[in-house]
């Protein structure tokens, strides 16, 4: 994914990413947590009554210069930039989310990098429980520990997979894919409704996740969701708190 306004140094910058850029596994695992530690996944757009553009010169101009975050069809496509600055090819792929009641349409992005041989399953932008490091698919049927969450990858035909997070003690599907590639053009229908139909949770309510080392916060409405170690802690904030905490946890700012 060319883009003319995406200048790699801005986005190392960005993300505070300060090793030896090559187009190797470690570069990749590097990358990927840089990102996760630094950029937010956010839906402040959608909660202003916006349509999120997903034109690539808009999500650069957006996330490495304003700067903020974004939900997983920028945070991703940028990824999938920097992957591309190092000639590491990739696949653009869409996901279904199983966390809703009923089943949902493949309205998740996520990104599939290719390196040595093998796929790695890499994603910066879901807003629940998602990966921290690549997941190579080589390890597939096998639990993966990152920090301190577990993952695993379920497959019976190397062809179709769902990605199981340990969430309190028991394994909870995230999402589910198959391996067909898509254009960023193809998620035009799909961020659109997310952007726009009331029964996503984007539209719904506020919606902010941002990664550190030891765990995630999670901002769902009014209530913020600190998991560190394992260890959940759960707090209520009042309307006219929000934006202090938006900037203060999370280093956004959120429009008037």
Request: net charge negative; charged share 20%; hydrophobic share 40%.
């Amino acid at each position: 994914m060319y883009v003319e306004n995406f200048i790699f140094e801005d986005y190392c910058k960005r993300i505070g990413f300060t090793g030896d850029a090559q187009a190797t596994e470690q570069t990749l695992n590097a990358l990927m947590r840089a990102h996760l530690f630094s950029i937010a996944f956010e839906n402040l757009d959608v909660q202003a009554g916006k349509l999120v553009s997903i034109a690539p010169q808009d999500i650069v101009n957006k996330i490495v210069y304003q700067p903020r975050g974004g939900y997983c069809y920028e945070v991703n496509s940028l990824f999938a930039m920097a992957l591309a600055h190092l000639n590491i090819d990739y696949d653009l792929i869409g996901a279904r989310p199983m966390f809703y009641a009923t089943r949902w349409a493949k309205t998740h992005m996520v990104v599939l990098a290719k390196l040595g041989g093998d796929s790695y399953l890499c994603d910066v932008g879901f807003g629940s429980f998602g990966l921290r490091a690549p997941y190579p698919l080589s390890k597939v049927n096998q639990i993966v520990q990152q920090d301190d969450d577990y993952f695993q990858l379920l497959s019976s035909d190397g062809k179709n997979f769902i990605l199981q997070a340990k969430v309190d003690g028991e394994w909870v599907n995230q999402f589910e894919f198959d391996l067909y590639p898509h254009d960023l053009v193809d998620f035009i229908p799909a961020n659109f409704f997310n952007s726009k139909n009331p029964d996503t949770v984007f539209v719904q309510k506020l919606l902010v996740v941002k990664h550190n080392p030891r765990g995630r916060k999670i901002l769902l409405g009014d209530r913020l969701k600190i998991i560190e170690a394992g260890v959940t802690t759960l707090k209520d904030y009042p309307p006219h708190e929000i934006p202090k905490l938006l900037k203060d946890e999370f280093g956004l700012v959120q429009e008037s």
